[in-house]
């Protein structure tokens, strides 16, 4: 069965601190990977997703993430962490596009300033 | 519309009692799920339509839980004789077939279970 750990449930880092978080999956064969964020009160965005080619891929707001396959991890980043990141991160996974995804239990990101 | 529009964005209810829980996808997307979000969780797979395909049904944690989609469009989650473990926020979201996309999330709706 496919399975998502995010071993982190929370991070507190400085306004302009880097910023790794960890995701690791299980999964039978080639996973589509996805980083959702969800800020207070609202829906998931989607941050970036893999589905194929290059294992760095790029996100919106500055996010990159990169997929391991020997680790079976796709680590989110950002070199640079703003005030307004503070949010809970989402890692999934799942056998497509148009699937249903298995999620991870989520890491709040607290930004002190 | 714009995005996936869910209704009401919060609801509390006296245990026992049904509640009914929509999802308006966005206009042409053929595939829609709920998931389901516990305080502390993750999110949990409850139901996948897509198109005129049965729906996958295999994450209702138990047969008060029910899920229509009407037209292939507007979604109601349907609840039946409400407990407390059920309070949680329920989350629709939707995609279109196929391609490289991803399942864009509606804001919830809050259910509390008093």
């Known amino acids: 069965a496919q399975s998502v750990t995010q071993p982190d449930i929370h991070i507190t880092v400085s306004e302009g601190a880097s910023l790794e978080l960890r995701c690791n999956y299980s999964y039978g064969a080639t996973p589509y990977l996805f980083w959702y964020v969800q800020s207070p009160g609202q829906g998931l965005q989607l941050l970036l997703k893999y589905f194929s080619g290059d294992t760095l891929v790029q996100g919106i707001k500055g996010f990159e993430a990169e997929f391991k396959r020997s680790q079976s991890s796709f680590n989110l980043r950002k070199p640079s962490v703003h005030w307004s990141d503070a949010a809970e991160y989402f890692c999934a996974v799942g056998p497509g596009t148009a699937s249903k995804l298995t999620f991870g239990t989520g890491t709040r990101l607290q930004v002190t300033l | 519309g714009a995005g996936v529009s869910q209704s009401p964005s919060n609801k509390v209810t006296e245990k026992g009692k049904d509640v009914e829980l929509r999802c308006d996808p966005i206009s042409g997307h053929t595939a829609l799920y709920w998931y389901r979000q516990s305080l502390g969780q993750g999110l949990e797979f409850l139901i996948y339509?897509?198109?005129?395909?049965?729906?996958?049904k295999s994450g209702l944690p138990s047969d008060r839980f029910s899920a229509e989609r009407t037209g292939g469009s507007v979604s109601t989650l349907t609840i039946q004789r409400t407990q407390q473990e059920d309070s949680a926020v329920y989350l629709c979201a939707s995609s279109p077939l196929g391609g490289n996309t991803e399942a864009f999330f509606g804001q919830g709706t809050r259910l509390t279970v008093v």
């Open positions: 339509f897509q198109g005129n395909s049965a729906p996958d």
